[in-house]
């Protein structure tokens, strides 16, 4: 059983920065593609960004491009998420999710394991 736990949310203002962590229990960690999805309240999760097991790739939505950067350190089996130049919008829980399954790297079922989430809010 993998465990993914994520830290790093809080409250922000507008213009400001968070970085989350996401933290996962095994060392198979490293050989798979890792995700940030968030959910709004009403809203269904959506993809934020991923990155692939070596880091010579990554992808982003468009909502986040550029302000969000996506990193992974496999020697401490974590993932994390810098978020810079925050907006109200991206108030949300975060979640980070291992891929497992082959396709599309932006929709959820594509990934089976998921932290718990963490809550951003960003303050207008």
């Known amino acids: 059983q993998v465990q993914l736990v994520e830290s790093g949310g809080g409250l922000v203002q507008a213009g400001g920065s968070l970085r989350l962590s996401c933290a996962a229990s095994?060392?198979?960690?490293?050989?798979?593609?890792m995700g940030w999805f968030r959910q709004a309240p009403g809203k269904e999760r959506e993809f934020v960004a991923a990155i692939n097991w070596s880091s010579s790739s990554t992808y982003y939505s468009d909502s986040v491009k550029g302000r969000f950067t996506i990193s992974r350190d496999n020697a401490k089996n974590t993932v994390y998420l810098q978020m810079n130049s925050l907006k109200p919008e991206d108030t949300a829980v975060y979640y980070c999710?291992?891929?497992?399954?082959?396709?599309?790297?932006?929709?959820?079922?594509?990934?089976?394991?998921w932290g718990q989430g963490t809550q951003v809010t960003v303050s207008s």
């Open positions: 999710a291992r891929r497992y399954y082959s396709g599309s790297y932006y929709l959820p079922e594509k990934y089976d394991y």
């Open positions: 095994e060392r198979t960690f490293s050989t798979n593609t």
